[in-house]
């Protein structure tokens, strides 16, 4: 068998809103010599039945809640897809914003519409001793920034899940279930696209467009270099050569 057939070279995502794209992540797999193939379920592209052929699985975020089938048709198809890659370990796999809540929501947990206190923008995150040997966050500081854009939120845990990071406004920021890991963050958003947010939107929640987006480019830089560190970890894991062993459920 050849070297490309043994390891795949595309990462597989899955686009669940126009607005919410891969952003940073296709710049960081093309420093790894890989590319995305990036379904764009919104637009009625059609959910794959599994990951064959692909490296990793990523969901994007979205605005709606991962139950919300009627306005969403493809999102019984994606949570499929979530479990059988979870469950059967068949890749590792990350879920953003919305890709988290449907990771929680698929396994057992509960995720509510505008709850609590809405996050915009650069905030700080804090690691939970879950995060010490995690293959994504061992040696990180306990303490980090993520650009956040969000009103729902995940509310209770998965049995099953380890929980690895909280901000002060929302307790569930990241969580693993085998190797699936969900967050609640945007780590591929960058300054740039901060700058295009409704000014309007922002306002509306309580945030000041201007500071929010001096914010975004003063840790510009600095966000760049921790989530391309951390997402550079996740893609080690999708090219490993050892057998998909690593974590069982619930670990």
Known sequence: MSEAATHPTTVLMI?????????????????????????????????????????????LGGGMLPDADDASPWLPAERELLRSTTEQDRVPVLGICLGAQLLAHTFGGEVLGKYGLPEKGVTELTLLPGAEDDPLLAGLRAKVRAIESHQDQITQLPTDAVLLMSSERCPHQMLRIGRSWGVQFHPEVSADRVRRWSVDTLRSLGFSPEDVIAEAERYDAELERIWSGVFGRFLDLAGSREPAAALPLGA
Request: charge should be negative; aromatic fraction near 4%; glycine fraction near 12%.
């Open 15 to 59: 686009e669940n809103d126009p607005g919410s794209g891969p952003g940073r992540l296709l710049d960081w797999l093309e420093e790894r010599s890989l590319s995305a193939v990036v379904v764009r379920a919104w637009d009625g592209e059609p959910i794959p039945a599994s990951t064959d052929g692909h490296a990793a699985l990523i969901l």
